[in-house]
């Protein structure tokens, strides 16, 4: 018996409705959104980045941090033929980051607001909105550090929710300052959790004491109770980052964008600094819509000069997913033709035909097996086509087409001259009925 492969576990196909158990995965869903991304963020002066899908690992362990989980549990890495120690990419601001150094990006002395769709691979445990090859959308505005730059990325964010329907997403906020204020919060944390930390042998105290910000992201039950009544990070940043916080939230209320401030938003990867945020939905129960801030040192970090950042990472499989539970309708496009050959001498002019709509952009689809009319109907119904139309002895001798609407039934004929300006309009106003 031959074997029987499937998708690795925490990946997922993602193809055509109706084979796809999953709605979140039929792939027009995926298009809208990828679509509609792509044009909010050029409607910014954002321009799309595509970078490969490995890197040197030593990109992720200087940007991500040597301490962090990514690093430690989640990343996927090998060493190739050349012996070189590669990373399937964790996430995508850091390859962004490196292909804005090594192309000179930044010589035009101008903010370059930069854009992606990604793969990205992180192992872990599959679950609900979690994957092992996920997909991130992702905008980054590098080469400002005005406050303006946070909230605008914020901004373009919740356009974006909007455009695909999710009106009800919410911004969490906070700034937790420089590097140094992240140290003295670190100290401030262990110090809190003292008590909770003698309880543990030397191995789990080292791990964590390795990233006490990230403890705040706890789900222990214990670990949570430990850290109540802890002094939020607020209470360490200085009055620079205090002025610069202040200005994102004058600003977002001036764009009234509608924001709550949680000191319990760090955000887990070390190279982020002041304004940090998260979008919430209550359909997302448990889960984050995206998350980003700002990252002021990252590209000093992986060997280029100091230069302020900001940017957001969404994820696109919790958005769908929102969207699923929205009950949202995003129905699958359909084809606008099926070309049926009524008759053999017809199947020539049906070639003709086709090549003639799609060389107007109309969609069309024909029979290539040399099935008989009956059959060629359920293919124009299995193609979800609007139209079909009909060539047979008749029609060639009359030069004309016959025009069945696959929804109503009805079928007219028209004069072949006519065919394109009928499907024009008829298309266009069914795309106005929708």
Not at 231 to 257: G, H, M, R, W
Not at 297 to 325: D, H, Y
Not at 386 to 408: F, H, P, Q, R, W
């Amino acid at each position: 018996m031959s074997q029987k492969f499937q998708a690795p576990r925490g990946t997922n196909d993602i193809i055509p409705a109706p084979f796809q158990k999953d709605p979140i995965f039929e792939i027009h869903r995926w298009q809208f959104v990828e679509a509609q991304f792509l044009l909010n963020a050029w409607n910014y002066g954002y321009q799309e980045v595509r970078t490969p899908m490995f890197e040197d690992i030593e990109l992720f362990i200087r940007s991500s941090g040597e301490a962090s989980e990514v690093v430690n549990k989640e990343m996927y890495d090998f060493y190739d033929k050349g012996e070189r120690h590669i990373a399937l990419k964790p996430e995508g601001t850091a390859p962004v980051m490196r292909a804005f150094l090594e192309h000179g990006m930044g010589n035009l002395g101008t903010p370059n607001r930069l854009c992606y769709i990604n793969h990205s691979f992180r192992y872990g445990r599959p679950g609900k909105g979690r994957y092992r090859q996920l997909h991130q959308l992702g905008m980054e505005i590098v080469g400002s550090a005005s406050p303006f730059a946070d909230a605008e990325i914020i901004t373009a964010t919740h356009d974006f929710f909007s455009r695909v329907g999710i009106d009800s997403a919410r911004v969490m906020i906070n700034c937790i300052g420089d590097f140094s204020a992240r140290s003295k919060f670190s100290e401030a944390i262990l110090a809190h959790i003292s008590s909770y930390l003698a309880d543990k042998d030397a191995e789990a105290r080292a791990k964590l004491e390795r990233n006490p910000v990230r403890l705040l992201d706890t789900k222990e039950p214990a670990l949570r109770a430990a850290l109540q009544g802890l002094a939020p990070i607020t209470d360490f940043i200085n009055y620079e980052s205090k002025a610069n916080f202040d200005q994102v939230q004058a600003e977002l209320t001036d764009c009234e964008i509608p924001f709550t401030i949680d000191p319990m938003i760090v955000r887990g990867l070390d190279y982020y600094n002041d304004t940090v945020f998260e979008f919430i939905d209550d359909d997302l129960e448990g889960l984050s819509l995206c998350g980003g801030g700002r990252y002021d040192a990252l590209i000093e970090q992986i060997g280029g000069k100091p230069t302020p950042a900001a940017g957001v990472g969404i994820g696109l499989e919790r958005l769908l997913l929102t969207l699923e539970q929205k009950q949202l309708k995003l129905e699958a496009p359909q084809i606008d033709t099926f070309i049926v050959a009524a008759t053999e001498g017809a199947r020539s002019q049906v070639r003709q035909l086709a090549a003639e709509l799609r060389a107007n952009d109309i969609s069309c689809v024909i029979d290539i097996d040399d099935r008989n009319i009956k059959q060629q109907f359920k293919s124009a119904d299995r193609a979800n086509a609007i139209y079909s139309l009909i060539l047979g002895d008749d029609e060639l001798l009359k030069n004309t087409v016959t025009i069945k609407n696959m929804a109503t039934q009805e079928q007219e004929s028209i004069k072949r001259s006519e065919l394109l300006d009928w499907l024009s309009s008829s298309l266009l106003q069914d795309e106005d009925d929708e």
